[in-house]
């Protein structure tokens, strides 16, 4: 089955962090770049971070110093490391390779 799956989202304090993953099934994930975006409440969705099949990594100005992609192909699976979380970082944070979308898990920085 084609999928990707996310884990890892939850509520944390304003300067904490949390780990991301998803888990990816069904296609060659060794050869495909992988994203992380985001979408909060009334907003359009936007590109958070990119890692290619290489490792090439690059991120939004907003997260970046902050966010950290990572990828495991022997694993299948892509991490995000956040950091010195803000608020302004809530959001339904997605995976996505090609037009393939997870569904997402949710990320709440309280003040």
């Known amino acids: 089955q084609v999928q990707l799956v996310e884990s890892g989202g939850g509520l944390v304090q304003a300067g904490g962090s949390l780990r991301l993953s998803c888990a990816a099934s069904?296609?060659?994930?060794?050869?495909?770049?992988m994203n992380w975006y985001r979408q909060a409440p009334g907003k359009q969705r936007e590109l958070v971070a990119t890692?290619?099949?290489?490792?090439?990594?690059d991120y939004a100005d907003s997260v970046k110093g902050r966010f950290t992609i990572s990828r495991d192909n022997f694993g299948g699976t892509v991490s995000l490391q956040m950091n010195s979380l803000k608020p302004e970082d809530t959001a339904v944070y997605y995976c996505?390779?090609?037009?393939?979308w997870g569904k997402g898990t949710l990320v709440t920085v309280s003040s």
């Open positions: 890692v290619t099949s290489g490792g090439s990594t």
């Open positions: 996505n390779t090609h037009n393939l």
């Open positions: 069904g296609f060659i994930f060794s050869i495909s770049a």
